[in-house]
């Protein structure tokens, strides 16, 4: 065994023990392992890992260890987190309400509470989706790419933590896709939807959408407002399209 130093930013102390945050932590490691393996086995997923200096200058995560390095890991800048585009979600069961937020966006986004996290970091990696999880263990899965450890408990705060993580505001197409099954909704002729909505509605609105997978109808009536303003607030901007 061999010892190097690591020093954390705030910003992920709370994946540390109490005791080694905010400290300079002396840790153990294995020969020939590599500054991600001992990050993590620190605490810290690499999905949260922005950038790490070694002794003074940038190192990847791929890098080897050695005796004496002076590690320092940092968060992700605001915004630089990484991601494919079309920029595509896979949540994890506990975070349902956040992604129906995020498909109000416009932003296809999976979350099924039968997927266990082998499934939902192959779905993530063969779709090249971000994982969201508030499970640290399923952000250092190996074959996890890209990912973000959520730390709000509701999902209007969930959804601003996002938009400082990932450039929601900028790639966001709202109320494109279906809330109920994920798939892109169709504008809908009223007269081929005369059955399916109730009268008043058919006699107030003129436009709607269709879902081609579940058949739900959509409109835009009060509701649209009051989802653009909790939207807008969580986003930082005036107002949501």
């Known amino acids: 065994m061999s010892a190097a130093t690591f020093t954390f930013a705030p910003e992920l102390d709370l ?22 393996q001992a990050i993590e086995a620190l605490g810290v997923p690499h999905t949260e890992i922005g ?3 070694v002794n003074g ?3 990847t995560l791929d890098r080897t260890v050695r005796e004496h390095d002076e590690v320092e890991v940092f ?27 995020l498909r109000m ?23 090249r989706r971000v994982v969201l999880t508030r499970d640290r263990e399923l952000l250092k899965r190996r074959d996890v790419m890209r990912g973000a450890f959520v730390r709000a408990l509701k999902p209007e705060k969930q959804l601003a933590e996002m938009a400082q993580r990932y450039p929601l505001a900028e790639h966001m197409k709202p109320f494109a896709l279906c809330l109920h099954c994920n798939l892109p909704l169709q504008p809908a002729d009223p007269s081929a939807v005369a059955a399916k909505v109730p009268e008043r509605i058919q006699a107030q609105y003129r ?6 997978g579940c058949d739900r109808i959509y409109w835009e009536g009060s509701h649209w407002d009051r989802m653009r303003s909790v939207l807008a607030q969580a986003l930082g901007i005036d107002a949501v399209a």
Do not use: W
């Not at 915004?79 to 937020?101: I, S, Y």
């Open 15 to 36: 994946f540390l023990p109490r005791e080694q945050r905010g400290a300079t932590i002396v840790h153990e490691y294995a020969r020939a392992a590599t500054m991600k």
């Open 57 to 59: 200058s940038a190192a």
């Open 105 to 127: 966006l416009g932003f296809d986004t999976i979350y099924d509470n039968a997927l266990n996290d082998p499934q939902i970091a192959d779905i993530a990696s063969i779709e």
């Open 75 to 101: 968060t992700h800048a605001p915004g630089a987190a990484p991601f494919e585009t079309p920029l595509a979600f896979v949540a994890d069961a506990h975070l349902g309400g956040l992604g129906r937020m």
């Open 207 to 212: 436009q709607f959408m269709h879902c081609p």
């Open 51 to 53: 950038r790490i200096t």
